[in-house]
């Protein structure tokens, strides 16, 4: 992000955002696609050798996919809904990962029709649901286990997953019985890996390097009886910044992260696995919003704009704080609230935030929201959709 003639430009090739919001309407989601690969080349390099399944829950504009699919990634996907899109994208079956601790019947009989690549699967109840359902098919489902090593990754409760109160993934403890359930459906079910996942905005990896250790003994171990073991799935989750643009921190912290994983895994000799959302498209992405009140009041300023908690949820969920920028930069900060028109409290986007001086009709982006933004939007309060645009 840069300003150039007191103009917001954003990603490495500095486009301008100003031209965006000739015929505004309502707030836009803006997504750099030049950025989205330079982020993906830089993490591809990093975990060479290491297939990067995009975890599109993150994003799922279709111009997002198509980009991330030109550039050599899978998906991991969580829901039917995801996999209809990946497909529509351009994602062939064997690109597509699915995850998701509800896969119903219905989502699981598509899946196996489709042939989609593999299933990580999240309870022992699932397991015997995908070797029934297999076995009616007269397929053969290829799975893998997602365990839970429970390690605290030291992030917003929210976002971790990998801790043994969290719904995702399944103890260590449970092996033993998945082994059994695995031997009562080997007509049905392959299993071809384990994977994990710990949660997001992991910037520390001691915890992280942790789990892999706990995960790499059970893949050995499973390996003596299942002999079409051979993935290794280490999830997403890798952190970004939100108050800061610190790119060159953040890869040398991606190398940091790489290095641990592939040195910790080198020597199962197996195919490793990665679902990376955030890390890819967060920063190549802002909310575009204008603003419609100045509004004092004897306590505060608030500065409120015609995007909401239901465009971008992020700070009224997680208590995220994203950088605010005005499109043109003006003279002065003053110390304002950005809040939005939804019927909540909670529907804010700063609080206590020195801001430049903006007025009535001013555009604001509201950074890094190409990640977890548009994909959690609702329509609460009736409010329409936001328009995305891919640049
Ligand atoms: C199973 C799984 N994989 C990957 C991801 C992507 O995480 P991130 O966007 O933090 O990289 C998530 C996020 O919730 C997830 O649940």
């Known amino acids: 992000m840069e300003y150039i003639n007191n103009e917001l430009c954003l990603g490495p090739l500095k486009k301008p955002l100003l031209p965006l919001v000739a015929n505004y309407m309502r707030p836009i989601y803006v997504y750099d696609l030049d950025f989205i690969a330079q982020r993906f080349n830089a993490m591809a390099a990093a975990l060479k050798g290491v297939r990067l399944f995009y975890a599109m829950k993150a994003n799922s504009n279709p111009g997002v996919l198509q980009k991330l699919k030109s550039l050599g990634a899978g998906a991991d996907v969580v829901s039917l809904g995801e996999i209809k899109r990946a497909l529509e994208c351009g994602f062939q079956p064997q690109d597509i990962v699915y995850s998701g601790v509800g896969k119903t019947k219905f989502e699981i ?3 196996l029709k489709l042939g989609i690549y593999q299933i990580n699967v999240e309870s022992l109840p699932e397991l015997e649901r995908i070797g029934k359902i297999a076995r009616e098919m007269g397929k ?7 365990l839970n090593p429970d390690v605290d ?4 409760p929210y976002i971790a997953t990998g801790l043994k109160d969290n719904k995702f993934g399944m103890e260590l403890s449970l092996v033993p019985a998945l082994v059994d359930c695995l031997k009562s459906f080997t007509d049905s079910i392959s299993l071809v890996g384990v994977s994990l996942h710990l949660g997001s905005q992991m910037l520390e990896f ?3 390097e942790e789990a892999l250790q706990r995960l790499k003994k059970v893949f050995l171990q499973l390996k003596k009886e299942f002999p079409d073991l051979k993935k290794f799935d280490f999830g997403g989750g890798l952190g970004i910044f939100y108050d800061r643009a610190d790119l060159e921190l953040e890869e040398s912290l991606l190398r940091q992260y790489a290095e641990i994983t592939l040195r910790t895994l080198a020597d199962l000799n197996c195919e490793l696995q990665s679902e990376p959302g955030r890390w890819l498209v967060a920063h190549c992405g802002a909310l575009i919003t204008q603003v419609q009140y100045i509004k004092e009041t004897s306590a505060k300023t608030f500065v409120i704009v015609d995007a909401g908690m239901n465009h971008l949820i992020r700070p009224s969920l997680y208590e995220a704080s994203h950088r605010i920028e005005p ?3 003006g003279p002065a900060a003053a110390v304002v609230d950005v809040v939005g028109p939804i019927c909540e409290s909670s529907d804010f986007f700063a609080k206590e935030r020195s801001l430049t001086t903006v007025q009535e009709g001013d555009f604001l982006a509201i950074m890094d929201s190409g990640a977890y933004g548009y994909s959690m939007a609702s ?3 009736l409010q329409e959709l936001p328009l995305e645009v891919c640049i």
């Open 206 to 208: 001691s915890g992280y």
């Open 109 to 111: 009989s598509e899946a």
């Open 327 to 329: 499109l043109k930069k």
């Open 140 to 146: 053969k489902a290829a799975v893998a286990l997602r």
């Open 379 to 381: 329509i609460y309060n």
């Open 153 to 156: 990754i030291k992030t917003h």
